[in-house]
């Protein structure tokens, strides 16, 4: 082993700072997803959720497996060009990008539909203008703050987090004691069960409430020790978030509201009748939910817009933030242009990537704003798209998105389980088979199959049911590979195969940049013992 | 500071405990099915939490 190289002292997130990071990424996305569902989904919402967040926890255990096993940042994308090849890698990555503006675009679009509860001058049916003009400033801002290479601080992140934990946990507390009724829980569910078509279109943006799991990978290259770490903090974050979706859920179909809610004819409202056709609702569900929680509501109806903000304004960022390392990332590995990697000479930010995507995401909040701002584009969307608000477009391709580089992320597991059995997993999925193959024994993941089914499931229920996403996603798809073809054609690279790689030494590296010392060296004498074939 | 987050993570417990207990109060229903593995997980998330707090705090 070279004793000149050093191992970099970069590693800084802690445990708890490995949970907040995921979290306030993945704990946004309730605030957006319930409102959401629950116009879909009706009296099955709870159920929706249920079948979402099984096919979540499978993917949560398969980016713990494989952030512990390869602790690098690019994370889908990553995984899959190592265990599926480069075409594979730039659909997945090209996936996780389109994710990532959007993103941008759903999180800062809802941020200002929380603030609307405080400030109605930001209702979008009322003032559809400002509405616009708020989150645009919102985009530009995050843009401008990226570029300069300005950051939320990492205890600003973990308070934020924490305040949050403790928040959720108390809607519930007193919710359950004092407004569930569950009762009324199971007449709901009787009573205003959904369609099959309806309960595909709320299963499909369920999963919009724990898209994020990239933070899991993002956070595995600056965590201490990361193949002990990220287990432990994956399985606390995957459970607190199913929690919070199942008990939100749950709530919202049985809880009699603290303030009886009446609709323009005087009639008496349950509270999840509020959500179906009112896009304004749609998009602030925790907020309305936490304003009619007996007791804690009174002081729960003004902080939590605010909370809801910040929390959906950090996960915007996050959006601006990871779309430009993701496109560095695929740039450094000859997925996409050079120029992704162009670095400003003075704030040394990755400036192009980050005005690429930013005004990616501004096309998209155009699209999906028109329909409120001009009525001529109305109609033409009521006619092409049966007049799907905003909220609803940006979470239909949020899920195409998701759903897309989730599948490639199970079938990069299997491939990597089988062509990389050497490499030590300090964690792996359970339920596995040992088989042989090209010599050497490994262990084939029944879960993952179990999960790709699931999520293959959930991006057939987004293009079924979706008629914006269909057609949207899959051209966002055909673009981006039309781009790489060209690119690594005029590069002189291989289009569908890949290019050489040397992940032997890659992983030699990573390990040893992770400071996991020891799996490095298990990993050698694993690769000892290896056919010569296998161990390429 | 130790005392506030272990009773935060029993609350976990107790409220799963609540959760379970009061859905099967109201009948066995297909439609608790949801709420009832909510306060399981509540339940069991309080448990990990609590185990993971203790382990971290044994003497090596």
Known sequence: MSQQRKPELRRAVTPWGSFAWGYSDVGADIFIGLGLVLAYAAGATNVAFLFAGIVYVLIGLAYTELAATYPVAGGGQYFVMRGLGDFFGFIAGWAVLLDFTIDVTLFAWSCVDYLSQLIPVFVSSLHPWVHFSVVFVLIAGLCGLNTLGVRESTAFQSSVSAIDVLSETLILCFGFLFAFDPQLLIHTMQSAWPSPFALMQGVSLAIISFVGLESISQAAQETQRPASVIPRTSIALILTILIFALGYSNLALGMRPWHPIHDAAGHTLAFWQIFPNNGDNQGKGVALLAAQVPYWGLLAQYYVPILGAILLLISSNSGVFGSSRIAYAMSRSRLLPSVFQRVHHKFRTPAVSILTFCALAVVELIFAALPGLDHGARSVYNRLFHGEDGITFLGDLYAFGAATSYSFVFLALIALRLNDPYSPRKFKIPVNVPITYRGARVEFPLIAVLGFIGIASILAFTIITHDIGRVAGPAWLVFGVICYVIYRKNKNLPVFRSQPHDWRNAQTEILRNAGELELMDQYLENLKSAPKAAAK | ?60
């Open chain 2, 1 to 60: 500071m130790t005392n506030v987050r272990l009773a935060f993570f029993a609350l976990y417990v107790v409220l799963g405990v609540i959760i379970v207990a009061r859905l099967l109060g109201a009948g066995l229903h297909p439609e608790i099915v949801p709420g009832v593995i909510l306060g399981i997980l509540f339940a069991s998330l309080g448990v990990y939490r609590i185990a993971q707090f203790l382990r971290s705090r044994a003497p090596q």
